[in-house]
C-alpha cells in the first residue's frame, strides 16, 4: 500500500490516478490526524509526504510530521515531494530519514521510478553470498578479489543496479572506482544504452557548460558548430561523474538543475531538453567535510548519494594482492607474448608486504613495468627491486635527480615532489604552494587526494 498524505484534492487524484494506474493499492490522508488513523489499520510499504499539507506553506507541518512517521514507522521510506522554494528543508528532511525528495512540478515516470527503487532498496538485506555465487548473478567482469570487505561492495551494488537509484561511489585513488561504476551499469536495464564518463577534476568552469549540456552554433566565438553534450550523448543510459568533489560552486548549481529535474538547457540555447539518465558519482574527497565547510551544495551531496558504496583500499584487502598481481601477468602474457611468464610466491608474498598508497593503479603499474624491464620468464622480489626508484617507489625522491623513465608515474612523482615540499616548508602551505607554482586552492585538492596531512593554522604563513 502506497499512502499519499497531501491536502490539496488536486494532488490527490493526480497522485492517485497515477500510481493506481502503475498497479498500487494507494490510500489518501489530508494531514496527521488522517495519517495516524490510517497507521492504526495499516502498515504502508512507502509514503509520499508532501511538505506543505496546512495553511502554513513554511514546511515546518511536514518535516514534524515526517519525524513522528519515523519515529512510529523506523523502516517505512518517505519520500518528500517540495516547491524550490523548500528545498531546504527537504535536505532537512533527508537528514530526518527521509529516503528521496521530489520537486513539483513532477514528472510521472520520474517519480514512480523514484517509487519503485526506494521500494527496491527497502528490501531487507541478504546474506552476502561468496564471489562464484555472485559472478553466478551479476557482471563482474575485470572485478578481481575475494575479500569480504569486497564481496560486500559487490553484493551492494548487484542489490541496486537493476535500480535507478544514484550512487556515489568513495575511496582513494586508485580503488578502481571506475570499474565499479561500469559494473552498476553493465548490470543495469539501461547496459545496452551508453555508458558516458566525465572527469570533472579535468573541465574548467567555463567548458562546463558547453561539455556537459552542449552549445548551438554562435554561443560563443569559437563554437561554429552545434554541439551534444555529454549529458544528451547518455540519454536512456548512464553517465559516470569522476572526481565530483572538484567541482566548483557555481558548477555545481548548474549541475543539481539537470540532476533535479532531469531538464537542460545547450550554452546559447533558450530551449529546454528533456533527458533519461542513471547518474553514478565518484570522488576521492570527504564530501560531508566539504558540506560542512560550505565547499560542496548540501542539496546536491543529498541529491547525488541515496547509495554510497566505500571502496576499501589495498592494504584493507591484502589477500587480493596476489589474484590482482596473476590478474595482471595473465593479461599481459598475451599482451606482450611471453606465455611463460609468472610470479613466484617469494615474489607474491613481497608484493603483499609492499606499501600501495597508490593501490590497484600503483600495484598493475609496478607489475607491468618489472614485465617490460625483466628477462626473466619466472619473476623474483629481485625482479620488482631493481626495477624499482627504490624498495618502496613511493618513498621521497633524490632533491637532486630525477628518477629513470619508467620508474614510477607521474602521480608518484607528484606525490612525492609535494610531500618533499610540505616537509621542506614545515607545513606551511602557502609557502608550498608558490614553491610549486600551483594556487593553495589546488595544493589543497592535491594534499586530499594524496592523504597528505597538513597544519591549518599555517596554511596562510
Known amino acids: 500500500m502506497l499512502l499519499i498524505i497531501d491536502d490539496d484534492i488536486a494532488i490527490q487524484t493526480s497522485l492517485s490516478l497515477l500510481f493506481r494506474k502503475e498497479g498500487f493499492t494507494v490510500r489518501i490522508a489530508d494531514g496527521p490526524f488522517d495519517t495516524f488513523e490510517i497507521l492504526k489499520e495499516e502498515t504502508p510499504e512507502i509514503i509520499l509526504l508532501d511538505m506543505n499539507f496546512s495553511v502554513d506553506t513554511s514546511g515546518d507541518d511536514g518535516l514534524r510530521?515526517?519525524?513522528?512517521?519515523?519515529?512510529?514507522?523506523?523502516?517505512?521510506?518517505?519520500?518528500?515531494?517540495?516547491?524550490?522554494?523548500?528545498?531546504?528543508?527537504?535536505?532537512?528532511?533527508?537528514?530526518?530519514?527521509?529516503?528521496?525528495?521530489?520537486?513539483?512540478?513532477?514528472?510521472?515516470?520520474?517519480?514512480?521510478?523514484?517509487?519503485?527503487?526506494t521500494l527496491n532498496l527497502a528490501q531487507p538485506d541478504v546474506v552476502s553470498p561468496n564471489r562464484q555465487k555472485l559472478d553466478q548473478q551479476f557482471r563482474f567482469d575485470n572485478i578481481v578479489g575475494e575479500d569480504q570487505s569486497l564481496l560486500n561492495v559487490l553484493t551492494t551494488i548487484g542489490r541496486v543496479a537493476a535500480t535507478d537509484a544514484p550512487v556515489l561511489i568513495t575511496g582513494e585513488s586508485g580503488t578502481g572506482k571506475e570499474l565499479i561504476a561500469e559494473a552498476i551499469h553493465q548490470n543495469s536495464r539501461r547496459k545496452n544504452q551508453p555508458f558516458v564518463k566525465v572527469n570533472l577534476g579535468g573541465i574548467s568552469s567555463t567548458l562546463f557548460e558547453s561539455e556537459l549540456f552542449g552549445h548551438v552554433r554562435g554561443a560563443f566565438t569559437d563554437a561554429r558548430t552545434d554541439r551534444v553534450g555529454r549529458f544528451e550523448l547518455a540519454n536512456k543510459g548512464s553517465i559516470f561523474l569522476d572526481e565530483i568533489g572538484d567541482l566548483d560552486p557555481s558548477s555545481q548549481v548548474k549541475l543539481l538543475r539537470v540532476l533535479q529535474d532531469r531538464t537542460?538547457?545547450?550554452?546559447?540555447?533558450?530551449?529546454?531538453?528533456?533527458?533519461?539518465?542513471?547518474?553514478?558519482?565518484?570522488?576521492?574527497?570527504?564530501?560531508?567535510?566539504?558540506?560542512?565547510?560550505?565547499?560542496?551544495?548540501?542539496?546536491?551531496?543529498?541529491?547525488?548519494?541515496?547509495?554510497?558504496?566505500?571502496?576499501?583500499?589495498?592494504?584493507?584487502?591484502?589477500?587480493?594482492?596476489?589474484?590482482?598481481?596473476?590478474?595482471?601477468?595473465?593479461?599481459?602474457?598475451?599482451?606482450?607474448?611471453?606465455?611463460?611468464?609468472?610470479?613466484?610466491?617469494?615474489?607474491?608474498?613481497?608484493?603483499?608486504?609492499?606499501?600501495?598508497?597508490?593501490?590497484?593503479?600503483?600495484?598493475?603499474?609496478?607489475?607491468?613495468?618489472?614485465?617490460?624491464?625483466?628477462?626473466?620468464?619466472?619473476?623474483?622480489?629481485?625482479?620488482?627491486?631493481?626495477?624499482?626508484?627504490?624498495?618502496?617507489?613511493?618513498?621521497?625522491?633524490?632533491?637532486?635527480?630525477?628518477?629513470?623513465?619508467?620508474?614510477?608515474?607521474?602521480?608518484?612523482?607528484?606525490?612525492?615532489?609535494?610531500?618533499?615540499?610540505?616537509?621542506?616548508?614545515?607545513?606551511?602551505?602557502?609557502?608550498?604552494?608558490?614553491?610549486?607554482?600551483?594556487?593553495?586552492?589546488?595544493?589543497?585538492?592535491?594534499?586530499?587526494?594524496?592523504?597528505?596531512?597538513?597544519?591549518?593554522?599555517?596554511?596562510?604563513?
Not at 512510529?72 to 533527508?94: F, H, Q, R, Y
Not at 528533456?274 to 560550505?294: F, H, W, Y
Not at 543529498?302 to 590482482?324: G, M, S
Request: charged content about 25%; overall charge positive; proline content about 5%.
Open 264 to 461: 537542460f538547457e545547450p550554452l546559447g540555447s533558450s530551449k529546454s531538453r528533456t533527458v533519461d539518465v542513471r547518474v553514478i558519482c565518484a570522488t576521492n574527497r570527504n564530501l560531508e567535510e566539504m558540506v560542512a565547510k560550505g565547499q560542496f551544495r548540501e542539496d546536491l551531496f543529498y541529491r547525488i548519494n541515496l547509495i554510497t558504496v566505500r571502496l576499501p583500499a589495498l592494504r584493507e584487502r591484502a589477500d587480493d594482492i596476489p589474484r590482482l598481481a596473476n590478474f595482471f601477468i595473465n593479461n599481459l602474457k598475451t599482451l606482450y607474448r611471453r606465455p611463460n611468464l609468472h610470479i613466484s610466491k617469494e615474489a607474491v608474498n613481497w608484493l603483499k608486504n609492499l606499501s600501495l598508497p597508490g593501490n590497484i593503479r600503483q600495484l598493475k603499474n609496478i607489475v607491468e613495468r618489472t614485465v617490460l624491464l625483466s628477462a626473466n620468464d619466472e619473476l623474483q622480489p629481485d625482479d620488482f627491486r631493481q626495477n624499482l626508484a627504490q624498495p618502496n617507489s613511493m618513498t621521497i625522491a633524490s632533491a637532486n635527480s630525477l628518477p629513470a623513465v619508467g620508474t614510477m608515474t607521474l602521480e608518484e612523482m607528484e606525490y612525492q615532489m609535494i610531500q618533499q615540499a610540505m616537509a621542506f616548508h614545515n607545513n606551511r602551505v602557502a609557502k608550498v604552494a608558490r614553491a610549486l607554482g600551483i594556487t593553495r586552492f589546488t595544493l589543497y585538492r592535491r594534499l586530499e587526494k594524496f592523504g597528505i596531512p597538513y597544519n591549518t593554522d599555517n596554511s596562510e604563513l
Open 65 to 117: 510530521l515526517l519525524r513522528r512517521i519515523r519515529e512510529k514507522l523506523p523502516n517505512v521510506p518517505v519520500i518528500l515531494i517540495t516547491g524550490w522554494g523548500s528545498i531546504d528543508l527537504a535536505v532537512e528532511g533527508m537528514k530526518a530519514g527521509a529516503s528521496d525528495f521530489i520537486t513539483k512540478p513532477w514528472q510521472n515516470d520520474y517519480l514512480v521510478q523514484s517509487v519503485r527503487t
